[in-house]
């Protein structure tokens, strides 16, 4: 059976809390070069972020990212986990995830396109008449 998407829920540490926060990671075959990450801030209400997947690719082995996201794998106490860092005019907020969760995630949108494999699957005709089209 053939999908079009990868969708990957966990739980993590948001900001430190005692509490885990559910996030729900996606990746989908036309949007190639993305993954999406949301965490649920209040029933039915989520907040979400997207960014380049060679940037959680990268944030595996080093830190990455000089922009709005980071993935920062030297902040962790524990090797076991991952720092993604968030930040916008609304706030900064520092996500703890399990590594071996982004891998699988990453491994499974890898089966999806394979890295360096974007292009073929990124339809820039249809992105033209999206832009055009507002």
Avoid: K
């Amino acid at each position: 059976m053939s999908t079009d998407a990868v969708h990957q829920h966990q739980f993590v540490s948001l900001n430190g809390c005692a509490l885990p926060v559910r996030s729900r990671c996606s990746y989908l075959r036309r949007e190639p070069f993305a993954v999406g990450i949301a965490f649920q801030v209040e029933r039915g209400q989520w907040v979400e972020w997207s960014f380049a997947r060679d940037l959680l690719v990268a944030g595996l082995t080093e830190p990455a990212g000089i922009g709005d996201v980071r993935v920062r794998p030297d902040l962790s106490v524990d090797e076991d986990y991952l720092i993604l860092e968030l930040e916008s005019p609304d706030g900064y907020a520092v996500v703890e995830m399990l590594r071996e969760d982004v891998e699988r995630f990453l491994d499974a949108t890898i089966a999806l396109v394979p890295l360096g494999a974007e292009e073929d699957h990124f339809d820039v005709e249809s992105l033209i008449d999206e832009i055009t089209n507002v």
